[in-house]
């Protein structure tokens, strides 16, 4: 789809901080991540369409709050699936996210939760030559926050705890946060 409707709903998503590589009229895979996102703060069933029950949700919605009051830090809500920059109290920008699966998996000879920890902890570690390939598959940019979960960009990112887990994001939406400075070494990053 494309058009001046879809580039009046970018620009609403837009307006109420929910990124997006642009607001250009066109609704790609961006988009989709951005209306995932504003479906899943707002409760709402995560179809990646765009009907009449968020045309009238936009229209009353408010940016998602965070949870950690006058910080600046990245915030991880495992139960809404949102990635958000908390930036002196308030959300600066809201990413669609993919947190851990919780499922079981086996890799350098044992057993690991599949889970993405809670807690807050400092970004100690990155990796910005682009992608980088284990034995888990393709992160890019990771950058890494506890043992070896990270947020990282990845090529599948659905409205659902999928990965093994990092948290991730689109490429260009990690690319976002490193060059704007939201994201950098010793970073705070709260994930619950």
């Not at 100690?124 to 598959?137: D, F, M, P």
Request: net charge positive.
């Amino acid at each position: 789809m494309s058009g001046p409707d879809v580039k009046a709903m970018q620009a609403k998503l837009y307006g109420l901080h929910y990124w997006m590589p642009g607001v250009d009229g066109v609704f790609g895979y961006g988009t989709l991540q951005a209306v995932w996102a504003f479906q899943k703060s707002h409760g709402m069933a995560r179809t990646g369409t765009w009907g009449p029950a968020e045309a009238a949700a936009v229209l009353k919605a408010k940016t998602p709050g965070v949870r950690y009051k006058g910080t600046y830090r990245i915030e991880v809500d495992k139960a809404r699936q949102l990635l958000l920059v908390n930036w002196g109290g308030s959300a600066r920008w809201v990413f669609n996210t993919s947190t851990g699966a919780n499922k079981r998996f086996f890799a350098w000879g044992r057993w690991y939760s599949g889970s993405t920890p809670t807690g807050t902890w400092k970004i100690y570690r990155r990796n910005t030559s682009g992608w980088v390939t284990g034995a888990l598959g393709s992160m890019y940019k990771p950058y890494y926050v506890v043992g070896g979960i990270a947020i990282h960009g990845s090529a599948d990112i659905p409205p659902y705890n999928a990965s093994h887990g990092c948290c991730r994001l689109l490429p260009a939406a990690q690319d976002f946060l490193i060059r704007s400075s939201f994201l950098y070494p010793s970073r705070i990053v709260s994930i619950y």
